[in-house]
């Protein structure tokens, strides 16, 4: 049911098709967030209309509202939300320890309070399964402790816990219609990553992720770690780099043999008024955009780009108007997306590096 | 350039054609409000799936920002907000009355101050035409003075104001590719409504408007001023009631012979999460749904009820996602204007009265 096809190597990095049961995913691949069963601002149609292949969902927050059982009994995410191409959804680790002074971590799990009304609750690996085996996604992520990136101590017992946990969570899992990947984690130390990238490695999963990055550490250290832990895990597999999204990271990560990512940056920048371009950020609410005819990147073929001015998207953020978050968000996803349907084709074509080359000479590394 | 069709009548009902520049309307029509050149929290693409023909502009909100001269210089507002159909835009009138204080009138015109900044403005019926020339609709409105229903004494000065200004509209107009609109007032005063409805008649307007109605003054006088001024204005002539838009007010509003409406009623509603349904409108926030697998409504082919559930609306209410409004926005635009189709095809069908009865007798008079 689930099959990953190495298809082309270009370097380090890969093109690939990984088969899920509701259908195949090309790799790279960017995967916008749907936080709360919804990619904010948009519907399904207009996802599709730009070719997105894969969403991700956050069991933390659909654990929270509606429910998982709620959603079970809506026949999962897919048919909850209306979209039929695969789904991913993350563990609930990462929010939960976001929670910050609202949770507490033993060796069994975490116990938590909710953001929203103070409830206490508690995940531990087999409820993080339980909870995703009920919203039914393709692709389900096991419960990882993901700490902060400088203290080793802390780092290593956190890693050390998230082995213990992949492996409950391997035991746990019961649905076969699911995929399950693995976490590797280890904070910006090599011997860590080395570490948990053999301990995950050696287990079955059909898929590994790269957690704990892009939470404050440098951008070498993030491509340093990305460098160490893609030599050791094994190629026949897809590779997640959780939680990563500009132009930037995709083309770094992609050049190192990462085959997916996930941000809410495109969404999140859009409600911002800011619009993702080759050429960096821009901030469409500036004054200098009020006559400005051009669409945000000319060379776009977006819905926002082919038919929308500047002006007029500068208008609607200057007036409040909801649809400014839905152009600019439609723009940031589809770069993204188009991004890394345009590498995947010169890595067939063996081009990747000047490809990337080209792009990333305009970029700094925010971008 | 302007051609209006009456094409069948049943009974005071009538199914027409009227031709502009930018398209054929067919009659009886609902038109959405893009107050700020867009139909809140919708692309023109969504516009375009509902069928939607026309759509209604605000020209006090579109003077303040981001001004008429602007959108002049991106080829007026078609291109500007990318809508290739049919616009009408309002005179600004009923924007700038409704401000209270902030404005004063004179024989002349009104000065008023902007209720963004407080700066003063002064519109005159040759400045509404000159702004609406700028914005380039198809059809365009003459300034009117629309005062309380029921101050006699003063509506009959505001309607006097209403035909010296009509007047002054027609002489000032100056572009040939716009079709200017006479507006009758009067209040909910038969005699002064006779008198309008004679007056702006006589007047070389290729349509007519009905003004100062659904501001307060109750069902039933509503509906008496139709009958009144409809049996007035020339059948050969397209008739508008101005600001009026709920299932109940589109059939009583047609059973008397209106052809065109417009309303921020479905998207309002929209953001205030209540669905617009044949059996009145639902709270969709309400605890109830929140397992309800049923759509909004069974029967209605809108791409809310094609593909989602109450229980997911009420959870994207719920969790104050922005889809929430995007979704019953498109249901309940939907809904008017499918409705209007449905009417169009009874009239021809000389059907009306039977249709009309079935639907009027599940609904109440503010559905």
Not at 26 to 39: K, N, S
Not at 298 to 327: D, G, V, W
Request: net charge neutral.
């Amino acid at each position: 049911m689930f099959d990953f096809n190495l298809q082309v190597t270009d370097g380090n990095a890969r093109a690939g098709k990984f088969t899920t049961p509701h259908g195949d995913i090309l790799t790279p691949i960017f995967m916008p967030v749907g936080t709360q069963a919804t990619v904010k601002s948009l519907t399904p149609r207009q996802l599709e209309e730009m070719d997105v292949q894969i969403l991700l969902a956050n069991t933390y927050h659909l654990y929270l509202r509606p429910g998982p059982d709620l959603i079970k009994r809506f026949n999962g995410l897919h048919a909850f939300m209306h979209w039929n191409k695969p789904i991913l959804t993350d563990s609930g680790g990462f929010q939960v320890f976001s929670l910050g002074d609202l949770r507490e971590v033993d060796a069994d799990g975490v116990t938590f309070r909710s953001h929203l009304d103070g409830s206490t609750h508690r995940f531990t690996p087999e409820i993080a399964i339980a909870i995703q085996e009920k919203l039914g996604a393709d692709i389900i992520m096991a419960f990882d402790e993901c700490a902060h990136p400088d203290d080793h101590v802390y780092i290593q017992k956190a890693m050390e816990r998230t082995h213990t946990w992949a492996e409950r969570c391997l035991k746990a899992k019961k649905r076969n219609d699911q995929a399950l990947f693995g976490i590797v984690q280890g904070g910006i130390f090599p011997e860590l990553r080395e570490q948990s990238a053999r301990f995950i490695s050696s287990m079955d999963f059909p898929g590994h992720a790269i957690g704990g990055l892009s939470v404050g550490e440098s951008k070498q250290d993030m491509l340093q770690t990305l460098d160490v832990v893609n030599r050791i895990l094994p190629p026949q597999k897809p590779r997640y780099l959780m939680g990563v999204g500009t132009i930037y990271d995709l083309i770094e990560g992609i050049r190192r043999g990462v085959d997916m990512f996930d941000c809410v940056l495109p969404t999140r920048l859009a409600r911002h008024h800011a619009a993702m371009t080759y050429k960096g950020r821009i901030n469409m609410a500036n004054a200098k955009f009020r006559e400005d005819h051009r669409p945000i990147d000319n060379a776009c073929h977006c819905y926002t780009c082919q038919h929308f001015s500047r002006a007029y998207i500068r208008h609607l953020i200057n007036t409040k108007e909801m649809l400014a978050a839905t152009l600019l968000s439609i723009h940031n996803i589809f770069t993204l997306v188009d991004l890394s349907q345009k590498i995947r084709e010169q890595i067939i074509n063996n081009n990747f590096n000047s490809f990337a080359q080209e792009i990333i000479k305009n970029l700094n590394e925010s971008s």
